[in-house]
């Protein structure tokens, strides 16, 4: 059974930094392309970066480009997420996700359950 | 890096048909058949049910079905029944290597 979970939300202020992390199980993790998905509360979809099978290829939204870094430890079988300079509109539930393929197509076929990240003073 | 254009809301009665447009670019929906559809109950993951434009994942039932016409994607519903009242996102691939979401269709099963 494919699973995704995520760890390391809470509550930060502006400025701040954070590390989010994924665990994955149940499946060829080095065989397939990751995402990093945010919601923030009451809103839609928004994706946040990707990166592909051996970390050659990632790619990041316009909103968190220069501020969020996303990477995989393979032999560890997980995702992570380093997010600083964190700005209010940051808030929201981030899921990983996993992608069909070995490289980014955009299709989230597992998810996990969410981290919740607050930014707030 | 702009949303993908959904209705916020539709609305249909058990056993009917409905249709939920996503209105993207010739950079996105227009250039690629990496487009995908997801269902989200409150408080719950979303769920693929469509990719590749109209292709479905094992376990989706065949009520749910999927087109395209040039930048414009659409999700088919037929034969609504109550558990698919949800939220609904488009999604597509960009030629920026990135992905767009749609903002999201609220539908009601009335």
């Known amino acids: 059974e494919v699973q995704l979970v995520e760890s390391g939300g809470g509550l930060v202020q502006p400025g701040r930094s954070l590390r989010l992390s994924c665990a994955a199980s149940?499946?060829?993790?080095?065989?397939?392309?990751m995402h990093w998905v945010r919601q923030a509360p009451g809103r839609g979809l928004e994706w946040v970066s990707g990166?592909?099978?051996?970390?050659?290829?990632?790619h990041y939204a316009d909103s968190v480009k220069g501020r969020f870094t996303i990477s995989r430890d393979n032999a560890k079988n997980s995702l992570y997420l380093q997010m600083t300079s964190l700005r209010p509109e940051d808030t929201a539930l981030y899921y990983c996700?996993?992608?069909?393929?070995?490289?980014?197509?955009?299709?989230?076929?597992?998810w996990g359950q969410g981290t919740l990240i607050t930014v707030s003073s | 890096q702009s949303a993908l254009t959904q209705p916020a809301s539709v609305s249909g009665s058990p056993g009917q048909s409905i249709t939920i447009s996503c209105t993207g670019t010739?950079?996105?929906?227009?250039?690629?058949?990496?487009v995908s559809w997801y269902q989200q109950h409150p408080g719950k993951a979303p769920k693929l049910m469509i990719y590749?434009?109209?292709k479905r994942p094992s376990g989706v039932s065949n009520r749910f079905s999927g087109s395209k016409s040039g930048n414009t994607a659409s999700l088919t519903i037929s034969g609504l029944q109550a558990e698919d009242e949800a939220d609904y996102y488009c999604?597509?691939?960009?030629?920026?290597?990135?992905?767009?979401f749609g903002g999201g269709t609220n539908l009601t099963v009335l």
């Open positions: 590749d434009v109209n």
């Open positions: 999604s597509s691939y960009t030629s920026s290597i990135t992905v767009v």
């Open positions: 990166i592909n099978w051996n970390s050659g290829s990632i």
């Open positions: 149940g499946f060829t993790f080095d065989d397939y392309a």
């Open positions: 996700a996993k992608d069909t393929g070995y490289s980014i197509l955009g299709y989230f076929d597992y």
């Open positions: 010739s950079g996105d929906v227009g250039a690629y058949n990496y």
